[in-house]
């Protein structure tokens, strides 16, 4: 069975006026998207700036969420780190507090051998008992699981079940399911290719897009899953000049701005990560507008 098959939202952590953790608004984005679709939470991913957060932080943003969806939709954490030490721990923590997956990142820096990820990979998930999915991004990481590599981990480790592919590549992708004979739960790591992803096998998305328009990046999944093919390509070729303005700075930096622009008030970035240029931001608040998402600026 599925983690879950839909949208996932990379959700965005959000802070208070002092810079801290503000727990009482992810209980509100929590519930926004428990309310309006979302399939899955996934926190203190990319989107969620996890790699700014303390572990203390990281630890109690992912107890917290998995108290605040109250099992109305799968929590998934992010638990991956460029020690394998630390992603073990991380992703024994996500266990003991009752997540439903961890989302473990290719070790960033150290650019791992095949052989090194595979061993980290095995390592962490043999110390768990729930499942694992690789998140492949090579843009942000400098280090790619091969499709042949991932696909040895999902034959050969019971609870590694699929991937987060953010590589753009859609024939990496197609030779992942193909190596793996299509048993591998499939996730796109990018807005923009989520119908192409789905045609080849895949049964959802991690999403940015989902922050702001959570029913329709749900409806996009929900409808190519149920045959209707046009409806969800529709949504997919609608969505595009929003997803690409959600994408014209480096992520999360425009998508905070657009959920603050919803009057969610999550606070700043935290640094090194900068406020979003004006120009963006114009560019941003109009398609979302023209996607008949209420702003408040």
Known sequence: MSIFKGSGVAIITPFDENDNVNFD?????????????TDAIVIVGTTGEGSTLTMEEHSECIRQAVSMAKKRVPVIAGTGSNNTVEALKLSKEADSFGADAVLVVTPYYN?????????HYTDVAKAINIPLIIYNVPSRTGCKVNADTAAE???????????????????YAADLMHYTNGDCELYSGNDDMVVPMLSIGGIGVISVLANVAPKETHDMVASYLEGDVKKACDIQIKAMPLIHALFSEVNPIPVKYAVNAMGFDVGNLRSPLSEIEPEHARVLIEEMKKFGIKVNV
């Open 25 to 37: 608004k992810l209980q509100e984005l929590i519930d926004f998207h428990c309310e309006n679709g």
């Open 111 to 119: 650019k791992a051998t095949q052989k090194g990820l595979k061993s």
């Open 153 to 171: 981990l999902i034959k050969e480790v019971d609870n590694i079940v699929g991937m987060k592919d953010a590589t753009g590549d859609i024939t």
